[in-house]
Every structure is written in structure tokens, then in C-alpha cells.
């Protein structure tokens, strides 16, 4: 690969992890249309080295944000996360981490309610 289309690429790649997450899988996609196959990669692979890249990170803080704030379900926010192509041990490990945090489901549900229904 060369250094100069590698940089612009991995440059390519930062600026859109600025504006939001991504996971690997919808990164890899997104600069699909950039480069080829090899350089994704490579640039995928440098950053999941530098930790600016991780699905579990990923995972779980889309959990945490839908199923705090957005009172998903739990079975809801697995199936999100795997439309998106994150590993089942991910998702689970994340959801699980999240309901621990929050109380789960009916915790999430009973706080969305509060907030909304309030007279």
C-alpha cells in the first residue's frame, strides 16, 4: 500500500470517527468506497491498534444510550447491534454490562415513563 494513499485514507477514516462512532463493520463499509479491500484493512487494523476503534466500546455505549435514554428493550438493542454485524459475544457481554449498570429493562422502562408522564 502506499504510505501516501494510506495516510490520506487512515486521515479519511479519523475525521469520521470525530463526527460519530462507528463500529468496524460500518467503518470498514463507509471507506469501502474510498479504497481497496487491503488498504481498509490495513487502516482498520491501525486503528483498533491505537484504540480508536473497538466494537465493544461500540456496543456498549450504543447500548447504554438507547436502553438509558431511548428505554429500548434489551432484546430490542441486540437485534440493533447485530443488524450492524457485531460479534454475538460482543453483544451480549455489552447488554449485559448495561443492564447490570442500569437495573435492565424494567428499570429503563419505569425511568422513561417518569420522565414522560409526568402530571
Do not use: W
Not at 470517527?17 to 482498520?44: G, Q, T, W
Not at 428493550?73 to 460482543?90: C, F, G, N, T, W
Request: aromatic content about 6%; proline content about 2%.
Amino acid at each position: 500500500m502506499e504510505s501516501t494513499s494510506h495516510d490520506r485514507l487512515f486521515k479519511k477514516a479519523v475525521a469520521l470517527l470525530a463526527r460519530r462512532p462507528y463500529s468496524c463493520s460500518n467503518l470498514r463499509n463507509k471507506l469501502a468506497a474510498f479504497s481497496n479491500e487491503n488498504d481498509v484493512e490495513a487502516v482498520i487494523s491501525r486503528l483498533k491498534a491505537l484504540k480508536l476503534l473497538n466494537d465493544y466500546d461500540y456496543a456498549y455505549n450504543f447500548a447504554l444510550r438507547r436502553m438509558g435514554r431511548q428505554a429500548c428493550s434489551s432484546a430490542r438493542v441486540k437485534i440493533m447491534l447485530a443488524d450492524q454485524h457485531i460479534a454475538p459475544e460482543i453483544i451480549e457481554e455489552a447488554v449485559r454490562q448495561v443492564c447490570t449498570e442500569t437495573g435492565g429493562d424494567e428499570s429503563a422502562l419505569e425511568r422513561h415513563l417518569n420522565t414522560q408522564c409526568k402530571s
